[in-house]
């Protein structure tokens, strides 16, 4: 075989592997979480994060997670955060547009890996392609802390 033809081979290889890398890439990976804030301590007051970079909707199933830090939990089958004194309570959770429109958030359900038993916020009919989201609110009637808040994007024709 010449060395032309090694080369060839081996461009084409090359090229064939990574489209197949990028397929799974894409398969396994398809939905964007974006960390919005970690360690928020939430009460009575309407609490206010900035998003930065702001947040453009461009996929169809869009959600705010909060993940709450322990002693708090969010025990499967249960669709609140559970407190060290045993009181059940969920957060009020907004967003904030670009035009200065205020949306609530409803509980939509959780995620259970490892440690990590957080809460899912978003819309039944979901948000408007475009749309900028430029500040998350949140409060809550019992003090809590939480790890991490974040935004999770996918689109549904994507799921494995």
Wanted: hydrophobic share 40%.
């Amino acid at each position: 075989m010449s060395c032309r033809m090694i080369i060839i081979t081996a461009v084409l290889l090359t090229l064939v592997i990574s489209v197949f890398g990028i397929f799974l890439y894409k398969k396994f990976n398809y939905i964007t979480d974006d960390v919005i804030a970690n360690e928020v301590s939430l009460g009575d007051n309407w609490k206010s994060i900035p998003v930065d970079p702001p947040i453009r909707i461009e996929r169809d199933v869009n959600k705010l997670n909060l993940d709450p830090a322990p002693p708090f939990s969010h025990p499967i089958d249960e669709k609140v955060i559970v407190a060290p004194d045993g009181e059940k309570f969920l957060p009020e959770v907004e967003i904030v547009t670009a035009q200065d429109d205020i949306v609530e958030l409803q509980y939509s359900g959780g995620r259970f890996t490892g440690d990590h038993q957080f809460l899912s916020f978003g819309r039944l009919s979901d948000f408007s392609p475009g749309m900028v989201i430029k500040e998350i609110r949140l409060r809550s009637r019992h003090d809590v802390t939480l790890r991490t808040v974040w935004w999770s994007s996918y689109n549904a024709k994507d799921m494995p």
